[in-house]
């Protein structure tokens, strides 16, 4: 299956990860910009491609199972895969939450 990539116009949500009718799709935060908006779209991407929606959201709503670990992860990847532009754009950033996940794995 591909990717689609949408836009939410909410300050609360950056991003998410779903799927809808077999299809896997990344919706991001429309305020976000820049390097920002790439940052959540490799977060994304990390639970697209690893992890069960599903699953997780199981673990979260009917478990005491700690879901931060996957978010852990899926900003890892991001700033892996980001690593080569960081030092060019990170002080673009003007998402404090976004910057300060981005200072963790540097």
Do not use: P, W
């Amino acid at each position: 299956s591909y990717f689609t990539v949408h836009g939410i116009n909410s300050k609360d949500m950056k991003g998410l990860y779903t799927v809808v009718l077999n299809s896997k799709l990344i919706v991001v935060q429309s305020l976000l910009e820049g390097f920002a908006k790439l940052f959540v779209i490799g977060h994304e991407l990390f639970h697209a491609l690893e992890h069960d929606c599903d699953e997780i959201r199981f673990f979260r709503e009917h478990t005491g199972f700690k879901t931060s670990i996957y978010e852990e992860e899926a900003n890892f990847f991001s700033v892996q895969l980001l690593k080569d532009y960081i030092e060019y754009h990170q002080d673009e950033v003007a998402d404090l939450e976004i910057a300060e996940e981005i200072e963790k794995f540097i």
